[in-house]
């Protein structure tokens, strides 16, 4: 299991990836091994601002569907396109070519609720 100590995590099996004040976002290599082989990610709120704990796209895999909750408060500013034909980069490479939204984040202060690496494999048992 991959689980990059650099990162910040959610409870919901996200990874943030905090540049400045844009953190990049997508799932965890443990969420992406628990849905199984992803077909489709939906992202239909590029541009708009969201709060923390919100949905703001969806993860289809062949057994189900998942949602996306945004880990910080702030305006999603990119998609990575890529994934509308390779949506398979999620479990190939979850932390890399698999980001999901970059989001110009409003309150930098929710970073400290994030959790680390150490509490993150401490949730999923690893």
Do not use: C
């Not at 100590?5 to 409870?11: A, P």
């Not at 999603?76 to 980069?89: G, V």
């Amino acid at each position: 299991m991959n689980i990059p100590s650099e990162l910040k995590y959610t409870k919901d099996h996200e990874w943030v990836r905090v540049e400045g004040d844009v953190a990049t976002i997508g799932i965890t290599d443990f969420a992406q091994s628990e849905l199984g082989d992803i077909v489709y990610v939906e992202v239909e709120t590029l541009d708009e601002t969201l709060d923390a704990d919100e949905v703001f796209g969806s993860v289809e895999a062949v057994k189900t569907v998942s949602d996306l909750i945004l880990p910080l408060s702030g305006e999603i500013i990119q998609f990575n396109e890529s994934l509308e034909d390779e949506p398979e980069k999620v479990n190939t490479d979850p932390y890399g070519d698999g980001w999901m939204i970059k989001l110009k984040f409003s309150d930098e202060s929710q970073i400290e609720s994030l959790m680390s690496a150490d509490a993150y494999k401490e949730l999923i048992g690893a």
